[in-house]
């Protein structure tokens, strides 16, 4: 009668190997009982083939583990691979393509006879499953009929499992002037390219909405001026002229305003009674750039506008661009921003923040508040309390803006101090893809 190729599951193997001991040991014990006055060697060669068996069983089992584990671990690559390619506008077809072209060529160089079967795909609406069936051919196990252990993996995530509302705070202080500037206009331009693609999902157009904000020495709040201040943008400026020995009201128009003043000044609360923005003075009207905030959009071209029009020159008031960066992104400003920010408690929902800067926090309205590096740390504080995540960009920056931003990371792996155009481009890069990567669930 021909022997038939045994097929063993690795979650079985552990049975079959105790099995297999305990009726080894059975058949040995009853052996020598009955053989006492046997030739010792005799019992020794009956006994050494199932031993090899047992230890066979063993090294196979371990092998087959090892296996098993890599192979699961390139299927969870191959998986994320295919959700950012369907992020990226990709057909289902692509991305079943991708993931099983993936998992093919990270498994083919697998030695020592290993064979899996083609990759089954699933992508629903928000899900992409994959799974697979394996063989791996056994070494000593072989000699009991068991040629191959079989054994399944499978994995899946959500590429759809809620929005991300980002915020970009660039500074445009007088140091980011000539390549700095020209660097950072590319990277940016990257990272928007990156983070919508021009083909989304059905019915997921709106998942991802960025928002932009700039700083100098103040901030223009433009359009929301008087949203935020409580005042209107047409002001009056009283001298006394000594010359004329009278009082002089003179007319101006700014939209550059401050920090916020009182208990609300390191939170998110919206604008009004005791806790609206300072406005900028007549002597200090002109402080801040032409550049006023972009609510979160889908809308590329805008975005891209806005960076085209970063104009840098002036201080740098960090902390300024470190609170309307969270401003954009707050649902407490819904009256203020027309993009709507979601609520902290939204199901599936995920808040960013890119803060960059090139030098140290140095420029302040109100001393009495405390430096701009030390307000920036409370604002920081705040907004990670909300479970806001923050990425730094220390561009070509000194150790006092470094430090300031390390802090307000959200961690190491968060932080980032490119030295040239290359890198700040590789950083937006790297934070763009780490943003889709916390709409991926495992």
């Known amino acids: 009668m021909e022997l038939k190729p045994k097929t063993v599951t ?34 020794f060669g009956l006994t050494i083939i199932p031993i090899t068996i047992v230890a066979g069983f063993a090294i196979d089992f371990q092998l087959v583990t090892t296996k098993k584990t890599k192979a699961q671990y390139t299927l969870d690559t191959a998986i994320i691979a295919g959700t950012r390619k369907l992020q990226d506008g990709g057909t289902i077809a692509e991305v079943k393509q991708v993931i099983r072209d993936y998992y093919t060529s990270a498994t083919s160089t697998t030695q020592g006879g290993l064979n899996c079967e083609v990759l089954a795909v699933e992508i629903s609406d928000q899900d992409i499953s994959a799974s697979t069936i394996c063989s791996q051919k056994t070494t000593l196990s072989a000699i009991a009929g068991i040629e191959e252990m079989r054994f399944r993996v499978d994995t899946a995530t959500q590429y759809g499992i809620g929005m991300v509302d980002v915020a970009f705070v660039f500074d445009v202080s007088g140091s980011m002037a000539g390549s700095r500037m020209t660097s950072l206009k590319e990277a940016a331009v990257i990272a928007v390219d990156q983070l919508l693609t021009d083909t989304p999902i059905a019915g997921h157009e709106q998942d991802t909405r960025l928002a932009m904000v700039s700083y100098n020495n103040s901030m223009n709040a433009g359009d929301y001026f008087e949203a935020v201040t409580g005042q209107s943008p047409n002001r009056t400026h009283t001298y006394y002229d000594s010359d004329a020995d009278q009082f002089v009201d003179v007319s101006y128009e700014t939209t550059c305003v401050f920090q916020r003043s009182g208990s609300k000044k390191f939170t998110d609360d919206g604008p009004g009674l005791n806790q609206y923005v300072t406005p900028a003075g007549y002597w200090d009207r002109n402080d801040c750039r032409d550049a006023e905030p972009v ?41 203020v921003f027309a993009g709507d920010p979601h609520p902290y408690d939204e199901p599936d929902t995920v808040k960013a923040l890119i803060l960059m800067t090139d030098g140290a926090f140095n420029a302040t309205i109100n001393n009495s508040q405390g430096s701009s590096t030390w307000q920036a740390k409370q604002l920081c504080d705040n907004i990670k309390d909300q479970d806001v995540v923050i990425y730094a960009v220390a561009f070509q920056a000194p150790s006092s803006g470094q430090a300031v931003l390390q802090y307000c990371s959200s961690g190491p792996e968060f932080y980032f101090s490119p030295e040239n155009g290359q890198q700040l481009t590789q950083a937006y890069r790297a934070i763009a893809t780490s943003i889709s990567d916390l709409r991926l669930t495992m």
């Open 295 to 335: 609510p979160l959009t889908t809308d590329k071209q805008v975005l891209k506008d806005y960076i085209a029009s970063l104009d840098p020159s002036g201080g740098t008031a960090g902390h300024l661009g470190v609170a309307w960066g969270w401003y954009s992104i707050s649902p407490a400003w819904n009256s």
């Open 10 to 43: 690795l979650a079985a193997e552990l049975s079959y190997i105790e099995a297999g001991m305990i009726k080894l040991t059975a058949k040995f014990l009853d052996r020598f009982i009955r053989n006492t006055s046997g030739n010792v060697a005799m019992i």
